[in-house]
Structures are given as C-alpha cells and as structure tokens.
C-alpha cells in the first residue's frame, strides 16, 4: 500500500473543515436513506459543495496556482483568481465551470431519477440562490467576501444586473432560497 497517497487524500479532506461537509453530505444521505426525502436540498448543497472546494479551492488554487488579485468594485476592494486579459487563468475556470456544471446537472437528474423532481428542483434552488457559495467560504475558513461580483446568476443578481451584491444580501437570498427549497420539499 502507497502511504503517500493516502497521507495525500488525508491532507485534502482534512484541509479546513472539508471533512465536516463531507460527514455532513454522508449523514444527509443517510437520513434521506431512512426516509426523510425532504433533507434531499442539504444533499444537493453538501454534494455541490464538496464538488466546488475540492475542484475549485483545492484543485484549482492549490494544484494549479491560479494567481489572485486586488481589484476596486463599488468603492469596496474584492479578490478574485482571473485578471480580465489573463488568458491562461481564463480558460482554466471555463474549463472547470463547463465541469462543474455538469457534476450539478447530473447530481439534479440523479436527484429526480432516484427520489422525484420536486426534490432535484429544490436542491437546484439552494444553489440558484447562493447558498451553496456561503458553504463555500463557511468551510474554507474564508471571510465573506463584502460584495460577490460574480452571483450575476441568482435572483437577486439579475434583479441588479452587474453591480455586485453585499454580503447581507447574499445572506438573506441565501436563507429565502433555503426555505423555498424545504417548503418545496416537503409538499
């Protein structure tokens, strides 16, 4: 046996608190598995979650060596991994966004196959409005970015068009989306 490799996969999933979504994930999926089918958005969110730190922050950041910059929005200074003209870093995320939207398209069919459509929508749900980004950082140890540039694709974001949503803004989308998600499920 490769110790190695062993020691390596035990250094990922005991970076940060990886390991408490993924104990979260497997308890939500046995919960689920004894019946409680309206716990199937928190597998959905635990799931896309761990699919994003460990293809995104670890992958990405830590294997690859996306570089990070400072740049000025809305009178705030926020951090992103892609320079606008650093083609590299670009295509790097269209590459892993093109794969990571797949994993959550197959992870909703997978829902809906094995457990019905109104719970592979509300799983959907958690992660059209954000919540699944807030686990993101909330496991990562990562401070809340003070306003999100890149959610131009939730709710709230289409409503603004590009400026960047606040941190409480995120938050409270977030919880409506939670709720909508668990009320959806459990009709």
Known sequence: MD???????????????????????????????????FLMPVVYLFLSNLYDMLGYFVVL???????????ECNNHKVFVYVQEG?????????????IQNMFDWLLF?????????KYAIAGKITKWFAAQDILFYLFLKV????????????PL??????????????????????ILAMLISLI
Do not use: H
């Open 157 to 178: 974001g289409l409503i603004k068009k590009g400026e960047g949503l606040k941190n409480r803004e995120v938050i409270i989308q977030a919880i409506v989306g939670i």
């Open 61 to 71: 950041r830590r294997f690859w060596g996306l570089s990070k910059y400072e740049i």
């Open 3 to 37: 110790f190695r490799k062993l020691k390596f996969f035990w250094g990922i999933l005991t970076y940060k608190l990886i390991w408490l979504n993924a104990i979260l994930g497997v308890v939500s999926i046995l919960l689920v598995l004894k019946g409680f089918y």
């Open 86 to 98: 650093d083609i590299k870093d670009e295509r790097i995320i269209a590459a892993y966004r093109i």
């Open 109 to 117: 069919l997978f829902i809906w196959v094995t457990t019905g459509i």
């Open 143 to 154: 401070k809340l970015p003070e306003i999100w540039t890149w959610l131009e694709w939730t």
